[in-house]
């Protein structure tokens, strides 16, 4: 079946630190991905997505690549800000439009 | 654009009792989905329509939920009775239908504390 494991946290970084978030799945087919963000007090919001593989997924300075190869969807960030603290979801969507969550990651961004 | 609506946002109620959440998708987003989200995990899914059709339900405890999407629209999700494990965040989301490409959109949430 269709699965998401994403790295446990809670992660705390230093302002200006680099991020990543490990995002690894198992699906049958094709699958879209997804990060997804969820700020304090604020419902999922979508980041980022890759429709296909090698397409890399970017916004507010978040990157991620769709990797069939290592089946992987690493969140990538070269310089966090406070206000990037949240939880952020991994996801697969399938050919049923049907959607895969991880468990979340916390982030905490210290000045 | 009108988001996803969702209410009541907070509701306390104590075991063995009735509560229902009202869930307003995104106009003209065939897909509605019912999400069950737990403290520290990530949203598990109840119910999926596409239109009025229920798509799945697989997961839905059935003796105690349930939910209907009549013309296709709005939907309810209702449990009774409520037990403590069912406190949890309880989140609506909607979609294009028929897009694995597409996004979800989702609403504030319905927390949910069951004494």
């Known amino acids: 079946g269709n699965s998401v494991t994403q790295m446990e946290g809670p992660v705390t970084l230093s302002e200006e630190a680099f991020l990543t978030i490990n995002c690894t799945y198992t699906?049958?087919?094709?699958?879209?991905l997804f990060w997804y963000v969820q700020y304090p007090g604020e419902g999922l919001q979508l980041l980022l997505k890759?429709?296909?593989?090698?397409d890399k997924g970017s916004n507010k300075g978040f990157e991620a690549t769709y990797r069939k190869e290592t089946t992987s969807f690493h969140l990538e960030k070269g310089s966090v800000q406070v206000s990037d603290s949240a939880v952020y979801f991994c996801a697969l969507s399938d050919s049923g439009n049907q959607f895969y969550f991880g468990t979340g990651t916390s982030l905490t961004v210290i000045p | 654009e009108a988001g996803v609506a969702q209410s009541p946002r907070y509701k306390i109620i104590e075991k063995r009792q009735s509560v229902a959440f009202w869930c307003n998708p995104i106009s003209g987003h065939a897909t509605l989905y019912w999400y069950q989200q737990i403290l520290g995990q990530g949203p598990k899914l109840l119910i999926q329509?596409?239109?009025?059709?229920?798509?799945?339900d697989s997961q839905l405890p059935k003796d105690r939920f349930s939910a209907e999407r009549l013309k296709g629209v709005d939907s309810t999700l209702k449990i009774q009775p409520a037990k403590l494990e069912d406190s949890a965040v309880y989140l609506c989301a909607s979609s294009l239908a028929g897009q694995n490409t597409g996004e979800l959109f989702f609403g504030e949430g319905s927390r949910l504390t069951v004494l």
């Open positions: 699906a049958t087919g094709y699958p879209s």
């Open positions: 890759a429709t296909k593989a090698d």
């Open positions: 329509f596409q239109n009025n059709g229920v798509v799945d």
